[in-house]
């Protein structure tokens, strides 16, 4: 097939360039120090491709039901999505990404030969596997982010939308490391890893729109796709430059690059469908809750909540 080919040549090219003038191994290229970089395999774009792929699924669920809350107060949703309950899931929801965030930056450090801390060997006077340290760098990003989400929902010591400026500035940390993340590598390496800018960037961009309209539902559902778009895209990074089977692809083909432009915007329609059929569904299931409710049961819960916080309150 055209698309692929078995030459190895064509595999990715090392990453990363000696400070000195010192000829010898890379210092930034696995092959020549033994050691394999976490995120340079398959493996290593699964991960948090499948990551970011449970994290949109995740807020879609969630903000599909808030939002559903929240359009049917009078029928007495709000005992489904109280403003305790939403509290709670957002600390148990920081704390998984904290945990998450400091496993990730553990494992580009300690695990499969990382630098252990090092960022510097002055014996052979080059940079210790930069690939790692700016990969740390990203999950630290978002264990930042986290950690002040935590800190918002568990105390009173922050505004509240601050954790969306926190979360803005970790997809913006991340889009930039990538932007400089490519030097040297093949063309159709490049393409992929450009492409899946405009999903970082796109995510970075409504996460800081929504500090200034919180509980905006769309941007809330555009920033679900935008993070199932990423997640499928790494997926997709992965099967491109490691593939597990099979013949490895041509990466100088520009045919490759309109293909893999081409299959970029499927993936976008998928992520589209995707969080539509989520969200409709988690609404039907919302509805279908309420008019099951016994009227004895819902007068109840009416007179119960003429106190409750109004929409702006609501998390």
């Given at each position: 097939?055209?698309?692929?080919?078995?030459?190895?040549?064509?595999?990715?090219?090392?990453?990363?360039?000696r400070?000195?003038?010192?000829?010898?191994?890379?210092?930034?290229?696995?092959?020549?120090?033994?050691?394999?970089?976490?995120?340079?395999?398959?493996?290593?774009?699964?991960l948090?491709?499948?990551?970011?792929?449970?994290?949109?699924?995740?807020?879609?669920?969630?903000?599909?039901?808030?939002?559903?809350?929240?359009?049917?107060?009078?029928?007495?949703?709000?005992?489904?999505?109280?403003?305790?309950?939403?509290?709670?899931?957002?600390?148990?929801?920081?704390?998984?990404?904290?945990?998450?965030?400091?496993?990730?930056?553990?494992?580009?450090?300690?695990?499969?030969?990382?630098?252990?801390?090092?960022?510097?060997?002055?014996t052979?006077?080059?940079?210790?596997?930069?690939?790692?340290?700016?990969?740390?760098?990203?999950?630290?990003?978002?264990?930042?982010a986290?950690?002040?989400?935590?800190?918002?929902?568990?105390?009173?010591?922050?505004?509240?939308a601050?954790?969306?400026?926190?979360?803005a500035?970790?997809?913006?940390?991340?889009?930039?490391?990538?932007?400089?993340?490519?030097?040297?590598?093949?063309?159709?390496?490049?393409?992929?890893?450009?492409?899946?800018?405009?999903?970082?960037?796109?995510?970075?961009g409504?996460?800081?729109?929504?500090?200034?309209?919180?509980?905006?539902?769309?941007?809330?559902?555009?920033?679900?796709?935008?993070?199932?778009?990423?997640?499928?895209?790494?997926?997709?990074?992965?099967?491109?430059?490691?593939?597990?089977?099979?013949?490895?692809?041509?990466?100088?083909?520009?045919?490759?690059?309109?293909?893999?432009?081409?299959?970029?915007?499927?993936?976008?329609?998928?992520?589209?469908?995707l969080?539509?059929?989520?969200?409709?569904?988690?609404?039907?299931?919302?509805?279908?809750?309420?008019?099951?409710?016994?009227p004895?049961?819902?007068?109840?819960l009416?007179?119960?909540?003429?106190?409750?916080?109004s929409?702006?309150?609501?998390?």
């Open positions: 097939m055209g698309a692929q080919s078995g030459d190895a040549s064509s595999r990715p090219p090392s990453n990363g360039r400070l000195s003038g010192n000829t010898g191994p890379n210092p930034l290229d696995s092959s020549s120090t033994g050691k394999l970089l976490v995120m340079g395999s398959f493996k290593g774009h699964a948090p491709g499948s990551f970011f792929l449970v994290a949109g699924i995740w807020w879609t669920g969630k903000y599909s039901l808030w939002h559903a809350t929240r359009r049917n107060k009078s029928l007495g949703s709000t005992r489904l999505a109280s403003r305790a309950s939403q509290r709670r899931l957002e600390m148990m929801e920081s704390s998984v990404i904290l945990f998450f965030s400091f496993f990730g930056m553990l494992a580009e450090q300690f695990f499969a030969g990382g630098p252990k801390l090092q960022l510097y060997d002055f052979e006077k080059h940079w210790e596997l930069l690939m790692n340290w700016q990969h740390a760098t990203m999950y630290l990003f978002f264990g930042l986290a950690a002040v989400s935590l800190i918002i929902h568990t105390t009173e010591a922050a505004p509240l601050l954790d969306r400026l926190m979360l500035i970790a997809f913006f940390n991340e889009g930039f490391l990538f932007l400089y993340h490519l030097h040297g590598r093949s063309m159709l390496d490049v393409h992929v890893h450009q492409l899946l800018l405009y999903a970082v960037f796109g995510q970075a409504v996460a800081f729109l929504e500090v200034f309209h919180r509980g905006n539902i769309i941007l809330e559902l555009l920033r679900c796709t935008l993070t199932i778009l990423q997640g499928s895209w790494f997926w997709e990074i992965g099967f491109v430059l490691y593939p597990p089977n099979g013949p490895t692809w041509d990466l100088q083909d520009h045919s490759n690059m309109m293909f893999i432009t081409m299959c970029f915007s499927w993936h976008l329609a998928f992520a589209m469908l969080v539509s059929v989520l969200h409709c569904t988690v609404g039907c299931l919302v509805r279908s809750r309420l008019k099951r409710t016994p004895m049961e819902m007068g109840l009416k007179t119960r909540e003429r106190d409750v916080e929409e702006d309150e609501m998390l």
